[in-house]
Each structure stands twice: as structure tokens, then as C-alpha cells.
């Protein structure tokens, strides 16, 4: 059974004429007969009477020209339905990434592709782990992602947009606020306000690295992911941290900001993206995002 018998069958049901029938469906008579004949063939009933002056239903045909009619219906509304989102896709970019891209990059990159392309829709999907970016990638859920360690397999890769230092944040109040720079023997005996490992893996290890080249464990009296708790926590001198340079742009009244050393400690930014399949509208974005990011 196929959808064209279907068509056949509904065609000949309403007009009860094979030729008007044929006509409606740019068939000749023998070729609807035929097609006709092989449904009824393959469903093993009489869907009509026929005589040589008048077409009638049988009461099997009568029953399955409804069933026919929706499953018509509902092709017609899947396909329709799979064009539309094809359509869609090609003006819309799904956006994940890591804190300082999303709300430090993208507004300016928003800003200059809707000068080209004013009518995509950007839709930015909040992914909590850094290690879920690769994947959503993969399984297509997100178009372009922006990550801490560079994307390289088969499927997707990645391109540096820039890295930045990392930065000891401490309260105005606290002595070493003043210094020129701070290194892990520098703040051997300050509490700290660390991350957990699996949410901010690059700070850290900076960290902890730095502790293990004096041959001590950093005082850590709490961890938090969020930078914008730490920075309040850190303001009301409950400990000190490591934060990327960028932090600078949302940091409340009362905490400075002084260079963590070695200076090799820095964290940089990529964006990644599908080798293949990508929309134009995906690609374009990718330059603007290259273009911004400079």
C-alpha cells in the first residue's frame, strides 16, 4: 500500500467516476483501475460496486475512505510540518557556552549580526557543565559553543578567540589588596573561596597547581560555582579567590583585583562548531563571532 493508492481510492470515493476521478488526479481511467484494484487487492475487500453505469461504496470502503482521509491528512500535516522546521532552522542559531562568553561576548556579537541579519532568532540554551558543550554539539542541540579547552574530533572543532589571566580577587579591606602581585606562597595563609573541581576545572587546578609547588594545601572555607556569589562572599571578606581577568566588568563596590603569578596561569576562550551540516545562518555567525571577539 501506498499514499498514491490512497489518493486514488479518496479520489474515485468522492466523485463515484473513474474518469472524473482520473481527470482530478491527472490519471488516465485504466491507470486509477489499476491502482484502485491492487489496494483493494492488497486489503482483501470490495471497496466498490462498480457497473458499467454507476461506482458505489461497499460498506468496507465506506468505512476506510475516513481512515484513508486522515491518514492523507496527517501526511500532508507531517510533511508540511518538517519543511516549516527545515525553514526554521536555516534562520535560527542555538548559542551554549561558558559564563564570560554569554554575558560578556554575545550581547556585542548579537549586536553586530543583527545588523546583516535582523530576523534570525538566537536562542541561548543554558548547559551548567563545560563537558556537555561537545556533546550537545554532536547530537545537534546546539549550533555554536563557547568552551574553555579546545574541540577536536571528527565531528567538531574549534577556533581561539582569546585568553586572559587569572587574577586574585580580595576584599578593599584586606592588606594584601595593595600588592604589586600574588603568588600561592602570598596567600598561603588567607582563606579561600575555591570552586568545585567539576564545575570549574581550569581555575581549579590553578589553584591547587600553584599550592603544590609550595608544598601546601590552600585554606578552603567554602566552594561556589557562581562568580557573582563569590564576588559578595569575597566583598564581605570571607576569603579570597582566583578569577579570570573579565570578572573585573561585574564586580561590586569593595574588592580589587591584583595579578596571580607565574603569569603562565590564564584561561582562554574558544568557540566551537560542527564541521558539516551547519546553515549559512550558523556560518555567519561564526565569522561575526570571530570578527567581535578580535
Not at 74 to 92: F, Q, Y
Not at 175 to 185: E, I, M, Q, R
Amino acid at each position: 500500500m501506498d499514499i498514491r493508492q490512497l489518493e486514488c481510492f479518496v479520489a474515485v470515493a468522492e466523485e463515484l467516476h473513474f474518469r472524473r476521478a482520473g481527470e482530478r488526479l491527472g490519471l488516465s481511467q485504466s491507470a486509477l483501475s489499476e491502482r484502485v484494484s491492487a489496494l483493494e487487492h492488497e486489503l482483501g475487500a470490495r471497496l466498490f460496486f462498480r457497473t458499467t453505469r454507476q461506482v458505489s461504496l461497499t460498506q468496507a470502503g465506506s468505512e476506510f475512505v475516513q481512515d484513508a482521509k486522515r491518514i492523507l491528512a496527517d501526511i500532508e500535516k507531517s510533511v508540511s510540518n518538517v519543511r516549516h522546521t527545515a525553514e526554521s532552522d536555516l534562520r535560527h542559531v542555538r548559542v551554549s557556552g561558558v559564563d564570560e562568553a554569554i554575558s560578556m561576548l554575545l550581547p556585542k556579537v548579537l549586536i553586530a549580526f543583527r545588523e546583516t541579519d535582523p530576523k534570525v532568532h538566537v536562542q541561548v540554551l543554558e548547559i551548567s557543565s563545560s563537558e556537555q558543550h561537545s556533546q550537545e554539539l554532536i547530537a545537534h542541540r546546539t549550533d555554536v559553543a563557547f568552551v574553555r579547552t579546545p574541540q577536536e574530533d571528527e565531528f567538531i572543532t574549534s577556533q581561539l578567540l582569546h585568553g586572559q589571566p587569572i587574577v586574585v580577587v580580595l576584599a578593599d579591606t584586606n592588606p594584601l589588596a595593595g600588592s604589586a602581585s600574588l603568588s600561592a606562597s602570598d596567600i598561603a595563609d588567607q582563606p579561600i573561596v575555591g570552586y568545585p573541581k567539576h564545575a570549574r576545572p581550569i581555575l581549579h587546578e590553578a589553584l591547587w597547581s600553584g599550592f603544590r609547588e609550595i608544598g601546601a594545601q590552600p585554606n578552603i572555607v567554602c566552594e561556589i560555582i557562581d562568580k557573582s556569589t563569590l564576588l559578595q562572599f569575597v566583598a564581605q571578606g570571607l576569603g579570597i579567590s582566583l578569577v579570570p581577568d573579565w570578572v573585573k566588568n561585574i564586580a561590586p563596590p569593595g574588592v580589587s583585583f591584583v595579578p596571580f603569578e607565574p603569569c603562565k596561569n590564564q584561561i582562554d576562550l574558544y568557540v566551537a562548531f560542527r564541521k558539516a551540516g551547519n546553515s549559512d545562518t550558523v556560518k555567519r555567525f561564526v565569522d561575526t563571532v570571530k570578527a567581535t571577539a578580535v
